[in-house]
């Protein structure tokens, strides 16, 4: 997103951060006055002039020299920044976060100003704790946007920032590139990457998916130029499934899915602190172009008869929008 400027990019560089793989003033506003983009679980109440950008996840206003860009970074994004203000270690020559207090609870605000040629330009990056996330809003502002957007009023924006528990599952479901026709029953449904992977769940949080059914739906880039290099294609995607030990290959061949060429791909292994035994299957889909439809889904081999079953109905109820 344009909208990143090097703030973002010192934020990463907090030492708490670099070993991931990954990357004041009150308002009387209350939620329900919060907007939220769509699929995100931070909203707050944009200043008059600002409208939903249909670019990113945020607001912008008509000659688009305010931007507010509005998402979900780890939880530990927070932690670090937490960190280095109670130890003093902010890196030299960066911004030193402040205690901001929102609607939502106390976050910090980092703030910094360069040029654009010769107009100035100001940025505001805020950090919220969330439920296992991180609240990240960034605003970018050019001196010559006009008084509507002085930093008072910014200030008063973002301590309208609030988080949300949990995102509608038909909001998120609307986001994706795709149509999920049967959820099967399944509890949870979050999405994982936006328009294009969702995660559909018995366990509550990411801790409990080692022993609950699960099954990832998503659209990546990239497919075997020919059909003999399918089998190899599915195979090493397998090999590669996140968390899964002493895995073992049982099957890999090709099937029909929903009348197009697909591969299918199970494996069994044990997941988790507890070495949950566990059954895997991967389910590829072909289209036209350079893009896989790819399903994930795993359960304990406990319970794989009548997941397996649900897995099925999920995958047979995707269509194209």
Avoid: C
Wanted: glycine fraction near 8%; proline fraction near 5%; charge should be neutral.
């Amino acid at each position: 997103m344009t909208i990143l400027s090097k703030t973002l990019r010192r934020v990463l560089m907090l030492p708490a951060l670099l070993a991931l793989a990954l990357a004041g003033l009150a308002s009387s506003a209350q939620a329900a006055d919060a907007v939220f983009p769509a699929g995100v679980r931070v909203g707050l109440v944009p200043l008059d002039g600002l409208v939903a950008s249909t670019q990113f996840s945020g607001f912008i206003n008509a000659d688009q020299k305010v931007r507010v860009g509005v998402s979900e970074v780890p939880e530990a994004a927070f932690t670090a920044v937490e960190a280095a203000v109670k130890n003093n270690s902010t890196p030299a020559g960066s911004p030193k976060p402040q205690a901001f207090s929102t609607t939502a609870r106390q976050g910090y605000l980092l703030t910094e100003t360069g040029k654009d040629g010769d107009t100035a330009v100001s940025n505001y990056t805020l950090l919220l704790p969330g439920n296992k996330f991180t609240g990240y809003v960034i605003v970018q502002v050019r001196g010559d946007a006009g008084d509507a957007y002085s930093e008072a009023n910014i200030r008063k924006m973002l301590a309208s920032t609030v988080t949300r528990a949990e995102i509608p599952v038909e909001e998120q479901l609307s986001q994706l590139s795709f149509k999920l026709g049967d959820l099967a029953g399944f509890k949870h449904v979050r999405t994982i990457a936006p328009r294009s992977a969702v995660l559909l769940s018995d366990g509550d949080d990411d801790a409990k998916l080692d022993s609950a059914a699960y099954i990832m739906v998503g659209i990546m880039q990239g497919a075997p130029s020919q059909p003999e290099d399918r089998g190899r294609f599915a195979r090493d995607l397998a090999a590669n499934i996140a968390g899964l030990r002493d895995a073992r290959m049982t099957n890999n061949e090709p099937q029909r899915i929903d009348g197009t060429a697909g591969y299918e791909t199970r494996i069994e292994g044990v997941t988790g602190k507890n070495n949950t035994p566990v059954r895997v299957v991967q389910w590829l889909r072909f289209g036209s172009g350079s893009a896989t439809l790819r399903i994930v889904a795993s359960a304990p081999q406990s319970e794989w008869s009548e997941a397996f079953t649900r897995f099925r109905a999920v995958r047979d109820g995707i269509s194209a929008k």
